[in-house]
């Protein structure tokens, strides 16, 4: 870290422009991010308010454990059937943890759905498919 | 009075029934399914028999959960998933009405036990994976794969894609299941103390007033969460359903 440092030091001029251009980018972005959380949580259920709470809990919560569950049974099968364990365990649950992560994510409109476009889109560009 | 939650999920054959080594007995859960699909069936025939332009009472419900079901599907999935809108109807009016006949006191709740839930989720990952192979062959394998990632990346993300994939099923059904059965747990539980604070004197006579409030607050929550969970259902299957039309272009 120190070596960078002094390196980004040393040409000056060029080290700000850089950061000029990393913190324009960095704006760009957020200001992209905002646009699509903006857009994104679009469906409140029919009955948004009491309960509605408790429903989100329950389906991100779903969501997650489901993720990890999964990660563990296909971990403990790959160890079974290869006999590595218990590294196909150990990998398996942490991509399982990621890939809870990303269903919690979804659910909550954070990141888009699987499908370029989103359901949306997809109406409008429905005649030429 | 024995405070013991579990007991209205229990199973028990009604009509013993053994073909070999299977239990092909029919069961209370079984009379309540049969229930459903009867109670439903009959309800949608009855209401479109005497159509008219004006609606009757029972016709504009059937229109309603008819004209509820297709505008959701065609927002989530687009026009091509109006093929699939018997099974999503079907899948949606099943969990409606097992989750509100359980809510009648004495009643078996179906939606409560894992297995029907769970063969429910199958059911409609089998549509996705199905559909999504006949329509897009093996381009179906592009859902696994988001737009614009870099290579180096393509490995791990596809990893985690399948395993968010696989997932789908099983938080589906957890889902459902564990809403229910909670649900009835807790309704159960609460019922059970004003019960036994009832009988226990004067004092405790008067603090049953609490938790019969609290029952009464959960029976209406739960009303609330048997429609909504059958209608997170519906939608789920329709956006996995959208999967399968248009896996990304």
């Known amino acids: 870290m120190s070596d960078r440092d002094g390196g980004s030091g040393n040409s000056g001029g060029r080290g700000t422009e850089d950061e000029a251009a990393l913190s324009a980018r960095l704006k760009r972005l957020g200001e992209e991010l905002r646009e699509q959380r903006n857009v994104a949580p679009e469906k409140p259920g029919p009955a948004a308010g009491l309960g509605s709470g408790l429903t989100d809990a329950f389906r991100l919560a779903a969501g997650f454990v489901a993720g990890v569950l999964v990660g563990a049974g296909l971990g403990w099968l790959f160890d079974l059937w290869l006999g590595t364990s218990p590294f196909g365990l150990i990998v398996f649950l942490l991509l399982g943890f990621a890939a809870g992560v990303l269903n919690v994510l979804r659910e909550a409109g954070r990141v888009k759905p699987p499908s370029i476009g989103g359901p949306a889109e997809r109406v409008e560009d429905d005649p030429d498919d | ?249």
Not at chain 2, 109 to 120: C, F, G, N, Q
Request: aromatic letters at 14%; one cysteine or more.
């Open chain 2, 1 to 249: 009075m024995e405070l013991d939650p579990i007991h209205q999920f229990e199973i028990y054959p009604l009509i013993p029934l053994r073909i070999g080594s299977l239990d092909l007995s029919f069961t209370n859960s079984a009379l309540f399914m049969v229930l459903i699909v009867v109670l439903t069936s009959g309800f949608l025939i009855y209401a479109t028999t005497r159509r008219g332009l004006v609606p009757s009472r029972l016709q504009s419900v059937a229109e309603i959960s008819y004209e509820f079901i297709a505008s959701t599907l065609r927002t989530s999935a687009g026009h091509e998933g109006m093929k699939f809108f018997p099974f999503v109807f079907t899948t949606f009016m099943f969990i409606l009405i097992a989750n509100l006949l359980g809510m009648f006191p004495y009643f078996f709740t179906v939606t409560s036990h894992i297995i029907i839930t769970a063969t429910l989720s199958l059911a409609v990952m089998a549509i996705v994976v199905g559909y999504g192979f006949k329509k897009n062959g093996l381009g179906f394998f592009r859902l696994f794969l988001p737009h614009g990632i870099p290579m180096w990346l393509a490995p791990l993300i596809v990893f985690i894609e399948v395993l968010s994939f696989l997932s789908r099923p099983l938080s589906l059904s957890l889902r459902l299941f564990a809403n229910i059965l909670a649900g009835h747990i807790t309704l159960k539980v609460f019922a059970g103390f004003v019960v036994m604070l009832g009988t226990a004197g004067f004092l405790g006579f008067l603090g049953a007033a609490l938790p019969l409030a609290m029952t009464i607050g959960l029976t209406a929550l739960e009303f609330l969460v048997a429609f909504l969970q059958a209608y997170v259902f519906a939608i789920l299957t329709c956006l996995y359903l959208n999967d399968a039309i248009h896996p990304g272009h």
